[in-house]
T-cell receptor
Framework: NAGVTQTPKFRVLKTGQSMTLLCAQD?????MYWYRQDPGMGLRLIHY???????AKGEVPDGYNVSRLKKQNFLLGLESAAPSQTSVYFC??????????FGSGTRLTVV | DQQVKQNSPSLSVQEGRISILNCDYT??????FLWYKKYPAEGPTFLIS?????DKNEDGRFTVFLNKSAKHLSLHIVPSQPGDSAVYFC??????????FGTGTSLTVIP
């Protein structure tokens, strides 16, 4: 019972590099989300998807892009990483837009 | 601007006593509220929810109270156990889809 799997778990990027964070869920959930957690800020929604092929902006979308080509996968891309994007990133999914199941997080450092 | 606030960054309680975690919000359109628990190096885990048509919801040792006129909710844990030591986040949403999270309260239950 994998639930929500995030890869990678840790990554260090240089400023200006690009990368993609992968979120995979095996629960057939419709809704998927990307959050970032920063000290003193709680979790803030970056982008979300209400079904395969759909995406929408959240609270802090700038500097990120997402894609949901398959129902089970939600990808978060950073085209040109900046130190301000140093954070812990959490992916979540839910069947009915309530009571998310979260992944264990990706710790990203941009130097 | 933080729409969901948890003004107590930390709380210590003796084992067996009641833990009360508080959360305030500013947006009167919020109708759905959740509490999550988070252990270090793990993703948040859904704990309990409440919608604005109710003022109380119980699940075992956990009870959430909602006071819409005061824009305030609280989580009561009775009796508190050492395994409850974690960071607790409240979250609120107008639609049940895009949730805004508080900054978290770190609960320590002392044996």
């Amino acid at each position: 019972n994998a639930g929500v799997t995030q890869t990678p778990k840790f990554r260090v990027l240089k400023t200006g590099q690009s990368m993609t964070l992968l979120c995979a869920q095996d629960m057939n959930h419709e809704y998927m989300y990307w959050y970032r957690q920063d000290p003193g800020m709680g979790l803030r929604l970056i982008h979300y998807s209400v079904g395969e092929g759909t995406t929408a902006k959240g609270e802090v979308p700038d500097g990120y892009n997402v894609s949901r080509l398959k129902k089970q996968n939600f990808l978060l891309g950073l085209e040109s990483a900046a130190p301000s994007q140093t954070s812990v990133y959490f992916c979540a999914s839910t069947r009915d837009s309530y009571g998310y199941t979260f992944g264990s997080g990706t710790r990203l450092t941009v130097v | 601007d933080q729409q969901v606030k948890q003004n107590s960054p930390s709380l210590s309680v003796q084992e067996g006593r009641i833990s009360i975690l508080n959360c305030d919000y500013t947006n009167s359109m919020f109708d759905y509220f959740l509490w999550y628990k988070k252990y270090p190096a793990e993703g948040p885990t859904f704990l309990i929810s409440i919608s604005s048509i109710k003022d109380k919801n119980e699940d075992g040792r956990f009870t959430v109270f909602l006071n819409k006129s005061a824009k305030h909710l609280s989580l009561h844990i009775v009796p508190s156990q050492p395994g409850d030591s974690a960071v607790y986040f409240c979250a609120a949403s107008p639609t049940g889809n895009q949730f805004y999270f508080g900054t978290g309260t770190s609960l320590t239950v002392i044996p």
